[in-house]
């Protein structure tokens, strides 16, 4: 997906260093059992996708960033957020997050 591949680039118009992204391939929205009895399979064209991303720099700079995240056309979420100084380090913060992203896959099968 475009969105996450372009999430180092967009660190980086923040000043940000992009320190790793891990990105999930695309999950059902809901989950394929209920209780014990597994649900007959349908076509789904709602799923969510996510990456987990670190970034170190200026403390604005990340909340400016995170902001830009959430304010896209994608529905987008940030969860597990933690932003911590490294030990010895007095400037410049980690920040490790979860970005979910809900994927219409229909509206790519439209296109």
Do not use: W
């Not at 720099?57 to 902001?67: A, K, P, R």
């Amino acid at each position: 997906m475009q969105f996450f591949e372009n999430i180092n680039a967009m660190a980086l118009v923040y000043n940000l260093k992009p320190i790793s992204r891990v990105i999930s391939e695309p999950k059902n929205l809901v989950d394929d059992k209920v209780g014990d009895e597994k649900i007959k399979p349908q076509q789904q064209f709602i799923k969510t996708q996510s990456a987990k991303v670190t970034v170190s720099g200026n403390y604005f700079d990340i909340v400016d960033f995170l902001n830009e995240l959430t304010d896209r056309p994608q529905k987008v979420c940030i969860t597990d957020l933690h932003i911590a100084l490294d030990a010895g380090e007095k400037f410049n913060p980690k920040a490790s997050f979860k970005i979910i992203l809900i994927v219409d896959l229909f509206k790519d099968v439209k296109e």
